[in-house]
């Protein structure tokens, strides 16, 4: 067979087929969506602060009465935030609270209070004090006042008195009654006051400027609470 007509031929047959497919078939083209929500996302996470309770430290000092204990710094509770998953994010640090605890003899004491001045019987008229300074210097009732700066205390009254019990630098609250109670330092001492601490009983003398200032001070009584801060220096 001629070669062109079998090339006619299979042309034809190509056609028909085609023709036949697109005849009983049909094609289409789908789309098929997704979802692909986030389903965690609408969870609601349990979570919580967890509360650190904050410790305590003691600290003992041989210069407190036995009768005080004074907070140093203040204790602060921690604050952790902790999710259901166990995670953990400090919100506030735990801070230990630091306390002081005296150890020294009990300082509570009621006895007589009076007052003197650098002019007074046996007095040195400048004033000058038994005791030297916590600086190491001397102190003169009349040049230097009757008030001291102490390191802790600030400014306070200068007293006289028995040093056996009361040592140099004893910081002293002071109630009679009459006036608010003050803090004052043991800068000086007296015969009067040796001799009734040896039978047992305390008096303190609050320095003036002037025996008259001390008469007309209304400081004296014989049942005034003394209350020690701190023994000595």
């Keep these: 067979m ?9 042309k034809i047959v ?8 697109s ?5 289409s083209v789908s789309t098929t969506t997704l979802d692909a929500s986030n389903t965690v996302i609408n969870k609601s996470l349990n979570a919580n602060n967890r509360i650190i309770q904050h410790t305590t430290q003691v600290t003992y000092n041989s210069k407190l009465p036995s009768n005080i204990s004074k907070v140093i710094t203040p204790g602060v509770d921690g604050v ?8 953990q994010k400090v919100l506030r640090g735990m801070v230990p609270e630091v ?4 150890t020294g003899d009990q300082g509570e004491y009621v006895g007589k209070l009076s007052g003197y001045g650098p002019d007074c019987a046996g007095c040195s008229k400048v004033g000058n004090v038994a005791c030297y300074t916590r600086e190491g210097k001397k102190h003169s009732l009349k040049y230097d006042g009757i008030y001291y700066n102490d390191y802790q205390y600030g400014q306070v009254r200068i007293l006289s008195a028995a040093r056996e019990k009361f040592p140099c630098g004893t910081i002293i609250q002071i109630d009679n009654g009459k006036v608010e109670p003050y803090y004052a330092v043991v800068l000086d001492s007296g015969a009067s006051m040796v001799n ?22 209304n400081t004296s009584g014989s049942h005034v609470k003394f209350s020690v801060q701190r023994w000595g220096w």
Aim: charged residues 15%; aromatic residues 14%.
């Design 23 to 27: 005849l009983f078939h049909s094609f």
């Design 14 to 21: 190509r056609i028909l087929f085609v023709s036949m497919v």
């Design 80 to 87: 952790v935030f902790v999710d259901e998953l166990n995670n």
């Design 196 to 217: 009734a601490w040896k039978k047992g009983t305390v008096w303190i003398d609050l320095a003036y400027a002037s025996s008259a200032a001390a008469r007309a001070g």
């Design 2 to 10: 001629n070669i062109y007509l079998l090339e006619i031929l299979s």
């Design 99 to 102: 306390v002081e605890q005296g």
